[in-house]
């Protein structure tokens, strides 16, 4: 076959060379060859152009695709040649490869040859096949498929085909290039049947409404909108009746389930019920699976029947190896010479124990691991004799009369020692010791069953294991000294506050008594007898106006004091306190009381004359004592805690209309501070276990801190809002962060007596913690705004200065709103101020 495509390619490239120049040959145009045209040239305008131009064209492209060759003549007997084969072969010997085409064409001799060779095979196909459908054979390695056989035989074929004669499994190729026959085929073909195996899951829904969930629009006339943005509205269907007469009549309803996306009831197919009972049961959705079907071994059934490699065997397969010879005849010498001898039977159990053998070869390995150092762990030893064990003692070891009753009245196993001293005259005098034996065997019980072990310990030096911070003299300001003593309660002094402006220091002690100090000379500018025990003041935040509040037994009163202030801002001051009075809102807020159910145990009264004269504006009165007072940051409302148990114990009041709410219901344990937060519409009340924090705008819990101990005495938010520090009777101080946990960042537990206060500088990263043990310590606590990194917390100095009166140390502390100062108040009736 070689030979030949060559021989046929020279004649062909020898034709075309000595053909002459205006000869071209005739394309043939029963080839059936899809010729592609540029659709660019298939314009109707260029229908008028010359044959001749038309069929050089065609030529070029035969040639360009390796048909015929250059003579027409030969050209149409290799059609003929072609057509001869086609009709006589059968579809297996009918594929004809592109070289063999182009040796034909130019080369007559290997053309007999070949027809000479298949007139035998060509015979008894053509009696065999009769008139069976001529198939397609393959043309050329390009993978076109052309049409072998006359025109009539296949007309005669499609025919019988359109008539329904041999349907059965034909393909487009079948019908060639009748693309009408194949059309009206396919209508013919059955219709499918969509069952179990069919996806629906690519359906469009009926109703075009997006991927949004149908119940959001359940209170709707609509069930959503297009892509248009139209309503997509709800089919009408009837009242629970009209539904139930319907249900009444229709014998398929308990097999009807409701498509909520398309309205419409879809009836479930005996498949779709089949699965469902199904899984219900616990079983495979599809019945025809078997989940127990046996194991195909695919490939361990395979069995070489043929080896590896098909060389000869080598000879020392079949020679007896030497050198397993000198190995055997080594092992008969050694068992001649008695070297190696049968096993015995094993001892059970031996019969004699080395109690050190383990240590001895624990220490041999220890050695050799540290390069020779032989360490072994030896027996406990016996204590050295004294001075009582010798058989002539001195007289101060001799036992008296009532030590040696004593001894012997004692527990043998209480007793210090197990004999007494004896003096003897001489060595020889001395009898044998009775106890000689019981001792020994006790000795040997010790050594026996006494566990040892080798303690390896570690030397750390202590300065490694502390933590690596900055030193405390890089982190200055801070407060580290006493610079003035305020004095003049008589009384413990329990809270303190400073103005915004940090000129004035209010103070309120047990003896009654408020006192407004000038902050810098520590002069007392007034005093405010409220007779009772005042348990909070605190200034108003808002700058804009002179207000500060006091907690004294069951009442809050809000004083604006005189002569602080300019003119304007004493009025603007008045103006916030007084506006409730005799106004609507005044009364509404009465009316809203008394409709109440649970009406709130508050009441806003004017004082009295003598109290207006001192500056006392407003005066709240409550059932219970008032423990605490915190203004929120725009100074227009106030929290107050009650020692009541319920939700009456947390209020919060708005001081420009005289009105009062209760948030909460009902609380969980005793509230034993309320604060607000600085930044956030928040509210902290803490419990004696946890720290609940509320949105009052959505009125909702927003976490619970967890700190994990026992009881907590104050809680302090950091200026920025996300961080929260809390003291506890137990000792401890815990840092929260609010978007990393519940549960404490860090936990310190420095001081030694009960934590009272905790506070936050507002201008510089400080906080102070004070407690019973008469001690201030000051720390640095740096926030970062990258949310990788951890606050630093480094404590700086321990201020000592208060005393300790039944018990309590210090019991406020708050920083000055400018300069890096502390001020503290304690029980012994005196506050301080730190620089």
């Known amino acids: 076959m070689p030979a030949k495509r060559k021989g046929g390619a020279a004649k062909r490239t020898a034709a075309r060379r000595d053909a002459p120049a205006d000869e071209a040959p005739e394309f043939p145009k029963s080839r059936g060859i899809d010729v592609p045209s540029d659709p660019e040239e298939s314009d109707p305008s260029d229908s008028d152009g010359e044959d001749g131009d038309f069929e050089a064209a065609l030529r070029e492209m035969a040639e360009d695709q390796g048909f015929g060759s250059d003579d027409p003549d030969t050209f149409g007997a290799e059609e003929e040649a072609e057509e001869e084969e086609g009709d006589s072969g059968d579809s297996a010997e009918s594929e004809i490869h592109s070289?063999?085409?182009?040796?034909?064409?130019?080369?007559?001799?290997?053309?007999?040859?070949a027809d000479s060779e298949d007139d035998g095979s060509q015979a008894s196909d053509e009696e065999e096949a009769g008139s069976v459908?001529?198939?397609?054979?393959?043309?050329?390695?390009?993978?076109?498929?052309?049409?072998?056989?006359?025109?009539?035989?296949?007309?005669?074929?499609?025919?019988?085909?359109?008539?329904?004669?041999?349907?059965?499994?034909?393909?487009?190729?079948?019908?060639?290039?009748?693309?009408?026959?194949?059309?009206?085929?396919?209508?013919?073909?059955?219709?499918?049947?969509?069952?179990?195996?069919?996806?629906?899951?690519t359906e469009e829904p009926a109703n075009t409404i997006g991927n949004v969930p149908i119940e959001w629009y359940a209170d709707y006339p609509h069930i959503g909108y297009d892509i248009?943005?139209?309503?997509?509205?709800?089919?009408?269907?009837?009242?629970?009746?009209?539904k139930f007469l319907a249900n009444m009549d229709d014998p398929d309803v308990f097999r009807t389930a409701r498509d909520e996306t398309n309205q419409l009831d879809v009836k479930l197919s005996e498949e779709e019920i089949d699965i469902i009972r199904r899984i219900q049961g616990g079983m495979v959705p599809d019945a025809e699976f078997n989940q127990y079907e046996d194991t195909v071994e695919w490939f361990t059934s395979q069995t070489m029947k043929t080896p590896l490699s098909g060389a000869q065997p080598h000879k020392r397969g079949f020679v007896p190896s030497k050198w397993e010879h000198k190995r055997v005849m080594k092992i008969v010498r050694a068992i001649r010479q008695g070297?190696?001898?049968?096993?015995?039977?094993?001892?059970?159990?031996?019969?004699?124990?080395?109690?050190?053998?383990?240590?001895?070869?624990?220490?041999?390995?220890?050695?050799?691991?540290?390069?020779?150092?032989?360490?072994?762990?030896?027996?406990?030893?016996?204590?050295?004799?004294?001075?009582?064990?010798?058989?002539?003692?001195?007289?101060?070891?001799?036992?008296?009369?009532?030590?040696?009753?004593?001894?012997?009245a004692e527990d043998p196993d209480h007793r210090k020692t197990n004999f007494l001293p004896q003096d003897f005259g001489s060595l020889r005098t001395v009898p044998g010791y009775e106890r000689f034996v019981q001792e020994r065997f006790q000795r040997c019980l010790d050594l026996y069953l006494a566990p040892r072990a080798k303690k390896k310990t570690t030397q750390l030096d202590a300065e490694e294991l502390m933590p690596k911070l900055p030193d405390p003299r890089d982190l200055r300001p801070f407060p580290s000294a006493e610079a003035l003593v305020y004095l003049g309660h008589t009384g413990r002094v329990r809270s303190i506050s400073v103005d915004p402006t940090g000129l004035w220091l209010l103070s309120g002690s047990d003896d009654g008594t408020v006192r407004l100090w000038e902050l810098i000379t520590g002069r007392c500018a007034q005093v405010w007898n409220l007779r009772d025990t005042v348990h909070r003041v605190a200034w108003c935040p808002n700058a804009e106006v002179c207000v500060f509040a006091a907690a004294a037994g069951s009442r809050v009163v809000l004083v604006t004091p005189p002569e602080l202030c300019d003119d304007q801002k004493q009025l603007v001051s008045e103006e916030m306190v007084r506006a409730g009075f005799g106004t609507a809102a005044a009364a509404g807020n009465a009316d809203d009381a008394d409709d109440d159910d649970d009406s709130l145990p508050v009441s806003w009264d004017m004082p009295t004359s003598a109290e207006q004269a001192t500056g006392i504006r407003v005066s709240i009165a409550m059932h219970r004592t008032a423990k605490s007072v915190a203004w929120h940051r725009r100074g227009d409302y106030l929290a107050t805690l009650t020692s009541e148990e319920g939700g009456s114990a947390v209020l919060i009041h708005q001081v420009s209309k005289h009105k009062s709410q209760r948030p909460f219901r009902r609380l969980k344990g005793a509230v034993q501070h309320v604060k607000f937060h600085p930044t956030r519409p928040w509210l902290l009340v803490t419990t004696q276990r946890y720290v609940r924090i509320y949105n009052l705008m959505q009125q909702a819990l927003v976490k619970t801190l967890q700190p994990g101990v026992k009881w907590i005495s104050s809680v302090d938010v950091h200026p920025q809002g996300d961080n929260v520090i809390l003291g506890s009777y137990d000792k401890k101080l815990s840092w929260f962060d609010l978007?990393?946990?519940?549960?404490?960042?860090?936990?310190?537990?420095?001081?030694?007596?009960?934590?009272?206060?905790?506070?936050?500088?507002?201008?510089?990263?400080?906080?102070?913690?004070?407690?019973?043990?008469?001690?201030i310590q000051m720390y640095h606590g740096t926030v970062y705004q990258d949310l990788n990194q951890n606050p630093l917390i480094v404590p700086l100095k321990i201020l000592r200065g208060h005393e300790i009166r039944n018990s309590l140390g210090v019991l406020d502390c708050v920083f000055h709103p400018i300069q890096p100062w502390l001020l503290s108040s304690g029980a012994d009736g005196t506050i301080r101020l730190w620089t």
Do not use: C, N
């Open 739 to 775: 978007d990393l946990s519940v549960k404490p960042y860090r936990s310190i537990r420095y001081h030694t007596q009960a934590i009272r206060q905790v506070q936050f500088s507002r201008r510089f990263p400080l906080f102070a913690t004070a407690s019973d043990d008469g001690t």
């Open 133 to 201: 459908l001529v198939r397609t054979a393959s043309r050329s390695t390009d993978g076109q498929r052309t049409a072998v056989g006359d025109a009539e035989e296949d007309a005669d074929q499609r025919s019988k085909l359109l008539d329904g004669e041999g349907m059965e499994g034909l393909t487009i190729d079948d019908f060639g290039r009748d693309i009408a026959g194949w059309k009206e085929y396919r209508k013919t073909l059955p219709q499918i049947d969509p069952g179990y195996a069919s996806d629906s899951s």
């Open 99 to 113: 070289s063999d085409i182009d040796g034909a064409s130019s080369d007559d001799d290997l053309d007999g040859e």
């Open 228 to 242: 248009d943005g139209k309503r997509v509205m709800r089919p009408a269907t009837g009242d629970e009746l009209d």
């Open 339 to 408: 070297r190696i001898t049968r096993s015995g039977p094993k001892d059970a159990a031996p019969k004699y124990y080395d109690l050190w053998a383990d240590a001895e070869r624990d220490g041999a390995a220890d050695a050799a691991a540290q390069g020779g150092r032989r360490q072994l762990l030896a027996a406990p030893k016996l204590a050295l004799p004294a001075h009582e064990e010798s058989y002539h003692p001195p007289a101060e070891y001799l036992p008296t009369d009532a030590e040696r009753r004593k001894w012997l």
